[in-house]
């Protein structure tokens, strides 16, 4: 046996590690919310916070500039409510069924088919939503181009998907098998078992699943900047083009004058996405609180 | 013997190749208690999960022999499976309550099998807390998760989850094993109390146990049912030298 003095030398450090690391994560995540704030804040000298985020039009570049940005967090808002709406009922029922229903090889086949699907890169994901989603959706609804928020809601939607699934999938799996043979012995029959006792048991894990997805949605760039037609107008429908916050900082970053006001105005969009991705997750935060009481 | 609750006929279970139980002919009589004793493995849970079929769960689980439960082989062809789980309640050896609150535990049963209409929940959760003496514990705390209440309390809501369904017998495997010796009088003293109600059937490996809560005792010892008589004539003399044996912890 090691004398106690070494092992608890090696407690110590292991813990202060780890302690380490912990801060070492929460200091980055601040020092890029400072990072944000310097670069994006010069803006408000010459512009309003109100006219930014409730101005109607978005022209950087004309002279003068007019940055508002209600056009693009709305074409956020859009394609990821449009995004969610068909990646997570799908998700959550394809998860249930892996989990609860498949048989062993299908389960086996379906899981590795949805880490695949995971594994894509985004921009394969956006080409294909460009080239076949595109012009199908074009030609569906007969509406002059393909490219949408709703082109982008689907693109977006199975980019989603796999985060969702994989993640709710583990949830489920997770709840105890006493809680369904509890259930099974008091007469229930397996749907009622899964959706009153196991979907109510994994609800902060699919809950998680559901908002990592969402995520994913509102911070992806390249595959939205492909397919929604990038028009920074404020949008009516699912088939008319729309631009998001993020596509907006990608496409213009490169041309715009470093310290200038338009360089400024996409950090403030980037502030902005902050704090979308901040009460996001502060909401399903407290929601999880909440249920584990 | 008065009214039987629960009866088999040359029933033999197989885990695929291998014989859990042969050739078991017993009876249980209603509104009594009657514990199964046996060493590990012989086949106690086994047994008790033919009486609301758990054992389907399992797959390459094969049953033959006559088990009847209400006049009726719950084997047959077209036997109402989900009813029978519905007359035959389980309680399991750790509690294992849903991890919902006090309230939703006990109307699931009630909202499974729509028994009763949600107006007349209040008075069936409070009835069926009473039953178990939980009532003046926790009902101030009937929306809180069950998760949080002592492993008693847990247990004794297991038990009061299944009374909703007005079931007739009610089994218990080890019930009492995952509580200290304070808990398991206290489950022993409300086994008394319902059994004026309930056929209740207890696996036990605490003989003990079997000695003070029951009024009939089975000793099973390798898949076979040894020998089931009254709880007294099965401690003080035995008719079998094996279950001797066992009671007097030559073996198991
Ligand atoms: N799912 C299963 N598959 C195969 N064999 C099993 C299965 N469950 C139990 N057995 C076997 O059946 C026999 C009886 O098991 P059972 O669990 O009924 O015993 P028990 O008397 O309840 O034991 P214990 O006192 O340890 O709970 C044992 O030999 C066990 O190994
Ligand atoms: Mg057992």
């Known amino acids: 046996m090691k004398p106690m003095r070494v092992r608890k030398l090696k407690e110590w450090l292991i813990e202060k590690t780890i302690l380490l690391s912990g801060i070492f994560s929460v200091v980055f995540v601040l020092l890029i919310f400072l990072f944000l704030l310097r670069e994006g804040l010069s803006l408000f000298r010459g512009e309003s916070v109100i006219d930014f985020i409730f101005g109607k039009s978005w022209y950087p570049i004309s002279d003068p500039p007019r940055f508002g940005i209600l056009p693009l967090i709305l074409g956020s808002l859009l394609v990821t409510l449009g995004a969610a709406a068909i990646s997570v009922p799908i998700g959550i029922a394809a998860a249930l069924y892996i989990a609860e229903i498949a048989p062993l090889r299908l389960r086996e086949a379906l899981k590795a088919g949805i880490e695949l699907l995971a594994a894509i890169p985004s921009v394969v994901i956006g080409f294909i939503g460009m080239i076949t989603l595109g012009p199908w959706i074009k030609n569906l609804f007969n509406i002059p181009t393909g490219l949408t928020a709703l082109t982008g809601s689907v693109t977006l939607a199975f980019m989603a998907m796999p985060t969702i699934v994989s993640i709710a999938e583990d949830a489920i799996t997770a709840v105890p098998r006493q809680y369904r043979e509890a259930a099974i012995a008091m007469g229930a029959t397996k749907w009622q078992t899964t959706w009153r006792i196991v979907a109510r048991a994994a609800r902060p894990g699919m809950l998680a699943a559901v908002m990592l997805g969402i995520g994913r949605v509102i911070g992806e760039t390249m595959a939205v900047m492909m397919v929604t037609g990038n028009a920074a107008i404020i949008p009516t429908s699912f088939l008319q083009p729309v631009r998001t916050l993020t596509a907006t900082i990608a496409a213009e970053m490169g041309e715009s004058v470093q310290g200038g006001p338009h360089y400024a105005a996409l950090f403030a969009i980037g502030i902005v996405l902050f704090v979308i991705t901040f009460l996001i997750n502060g909401v399903a935060d407290l929601y999880l609180h909440r249920s584990r009481r | ?252």
């Open chain 2, 1 to 252: 013997m008065s009214e039987i609750s629960i009866e088999t006929r040359g029933l033999n279970l197989f885990y695929g190749d291998f014989q859990a139980l042969i050739g078991i002919d017993l009876q249980i009589p209603a509104r009594k208690v009657t514990a199964l004793i046996g060493p590990s493995g012989c086949g106690k849970s086994t047994l008790l999960r033919v009486f609301n079929r758990m054992n389907d769960l399992i797959d390459g689980v094969r049953v033959s022999g006559q088990v009847i439960i209400g006049g009726q082989d719950i084997f047959a062809p077209g036997a109402d499976l989900l009813g029978l789980r519905e007359k035959v309640g389980m309680v399991f050896q750790r509690p294992n309550p849903f991890p919902l609150s006090v309230y939703e535990n006990i109307v699931f049963g009630l909202a499974v099998h729509r028994l009763a209409r949600r107006q007349e929940y209040g008075d069936i959760v409070e009835q069926a807390l009473r039953s178990v003496l939980l009532w003046d514990d926790l009902k101030d705390r009937l929306h809180h998760s069950a998760l949080k209440l002592s492993l008693e309390q847990q247990q004794r809501l297991c038990i009061a989850r299944v009374l909703p369904l007005k079931p007739q017998i009610l089994l218990m495997d080890e019930p009492c094993s995952a509580l200290d010796p304070i808990a398991t009088l206290h489950i022993e003293e409300l086994m008394q109390k319902l059994k004026k109600e309930y056929t209740i059937v207890i696996v036990t490996h605490n003989m003990q146990q079997a000695a003070r809560a029951s009024d009939r005792t089975g000793f099973l010892y390798l898949g076979k049912l040894i020998e089931i008589n009254e709880t007294v004539n099965i401690f003080t003399k035995p008719a079998q030298a094996m279950t001797e044996n066992y009671i007097s912890g030559r073996f198991g």
